[in-house]
């Protein structure tokens, strides 16, 4: 009796839906092109849905005032995938080299960027995360949280867990920034 040697199937236009018993890999579907923006979790290709006006402005100028006040030896990426493991989109950055993810919520992911996605960068260290999203009020509110690593989970941050108006944080390193101001036109 001998073994068989198979190689991994590659996912295509037509089958990406129905991916094998232990979900897909990176090497699997890097090469589709589909006429969608998706992401790879946990195995799965999934659709992002398109983002709102105000979501892509605060992500941007959220982006332009941490990279004027970084420090080094630290970069300021956007809209940038984090490489965790083989069943989730890796896109350069492996998270090994990141110190803050800032999630900008959509409408559509409250539940990935409130439980999932925190979770799966606390699992993997990753020292400072950041939720931003519109308040009841429809005014800019940042979560800022800082891992645990005894618990490999993130608590709010001790001296200022909430910011309003205006975000000043040490984490990771010193900025200030006029909420407001990145939501207005």
């Known amino acids: ?7 991994p199937q590659q996912a295509t236009e037509d089958t990406w839906m129905f991916p094998p018993a232990h979900g897909w890999t990176f090497d699997q579907v890097k090469h589709l092109e589909l006429p ?18 105000w979501h892509n402005r605060v992500r941007d100028r959220l982006a332009a005032a941490l990279e004027a006040a ?74 800022e949280y800082r891992l645990n690593v005894d618990t490999l989970a993130y608590f709010p941050a001790p001296s200022h867990p909430d910011h309003h108006d205006k975000l000043v944080s040490e984490l990771a ?7 407001d101001a990145l939501v207005g036109f």
Not at 36 to 53: A, K, P, S
Not at 71 to 90: G, H, I, L, R, S
Request: aromatic fraction near 8%; charge should be negative; glycine fraction near 4%.
């Open 70 to 143: 970084r420090a080094e030896p630290y970069e300021v990426v956007a809209e940038q995938c984090v490489t965790v493991d083989n069943q989730n989109t890796p896109n350069c950055v492996p998270v090994r080299n990141v110190t803050l993810v800032v999630e900008v919520v959509s409408p559509g992911s409250h539940q990935d960027d409130r439980v999932r996605e925190p979770a799966l960068f606390a699992a993997h260290t990753v020292p400072y995360y950041w939720r931003v999203e519109l308040d009841r009020d429809q005014k800019l509110a940042v979560h």
């Open 36 to 53: 969608f923006n998706r992401e790879l979790v946990d195995g799965r290709i999934v659709v992002r849905g398109q983002t709102e006006f």
């Open 173 to 179: 390193f010193p900025v200030e920034v006029d909420l």
């Open 1 to 7: 009796m001998g073994a068989v040697m198979t190689t």
